[in-house]
């Protein structure tokens, strides 16, 4: 399986790159926007819903809502701003969730809506702070790279540190192989990345500290989205999300982590302007 992973990643990997910085911002937008898509197909399966009409309906609205900011935005980036923060503003609600751990756990109307707009309030504005970062200027195509470099930086960091040094759960309900250990070596990891990457977009020396404590916030932001996939994967009874990617499970199994940590890159950016 870990060979398997490797060689996805290997085939991932460099397409993600090269549209990150050879695609102009609005091209970017739409590949974005469908494997974001992607993602929210699976988030609305593990929320129960498994009419396929029912589905597609709910996604359609989601891309509706997509196209709604893009043309009423009309290249201010303001819409994009806003539903950033309201993306913030989700992730702080999904850390309540995750301390009451049963909430929602039973089938029910009230618990399937609430997944359900968990769903889009996940998906677009991760999806908006990620076209935000890209139209941020000349470097922008470079600071969404660092930003999405810290999340894989940290993910692995968090994956060989765990299993090396991981002795204390970080989770045990949610995630019984994620460690305060591994929480340690994902954090170092972005770091260490936000630096070299941060250095590549440009970042000048008053703007370091900035930046790392934006890094600081986007990696405990993407293991609270790491930890809510969980979380609603164990309400469900499934393991992965999906099986479209070998090795890895499904989109949202490889986004989880990007759904949070987008809008706190963005924001950070934004105060610290860097």
Do not use: C
């Not at 989601?62 to 900011?69: C, T």
């Amino acid at each position: 399986m870990t060979k398997t992973r490797v060689i996805a990643a290997l085939i991932m990997a460099p397409v993600a790159i090269a549209a990150i910085l050879l695609l102009p911002t609005q091209w970017l937008a739409a590949a974005a926007a469908a494997v974001f898509l992607i993602g929210l197909w699976e988030w609305l399966k593990l929320a129960q819903v498994e009419d396929t009409l029912a589905r597609t309906v709910l996604l359609v609205l989601n891309l509706v809502l997509m196209v709604l900011i893009v043309w009423a935005d009309a290249g201010t980036l303001v819409l994009y701003q806003i539903a950033a923060l309201v993306g913030i503003g989700w992730w702080l609600m999904a850390l309540l969730w995750l301390r009451f751990f049963t909430f929602g756990a039973e089938p029910g109307s009230h618990a399937r809506a609430l997944k359900l707009l968990a769903g889009s309030l996940a998906i677009v504005p991760a999806w908006a702070a990620l076209v935000l970062i890209h139209a941020s200027g000349a470097q922008g195509h470079l600071w969404l790279l660092t930003a999405l470099a810290i999340v894989w930086a940290a993910d692995s960091g968090a994956y060989f540190a765990g299993r090396s040094f991981g002795r204390t759960k970080l989770a045990p309900r949610i995630s019984p192989n994620k460690t305060w250990e591994g929480l340690v070596g994902g954090l170092l990891a972005g770091l260490l990345v936000a630096l070299v990457f941060g250095w590549m977009a440009g970042v000048t020396p008053d703007q370091v500290v900035g930046l790392v404590v934006t890094t600081i916030v986007a990696v405990f932001a993407s293991v609270l989205g790491d930890l809510y996939e969980s979380l609603i994967k164990r309400h469900a009874g499934a393991k992965d999300s999906g099986h479209i990617i070998p090795g890895h499970g499904g989109v949202l199994d490889r986004i989880d982590g990007v759904l949070a940590a987008l809008p706190v890159f963005a924001l950070g950016k934004e105060i610290f302007g860097f």
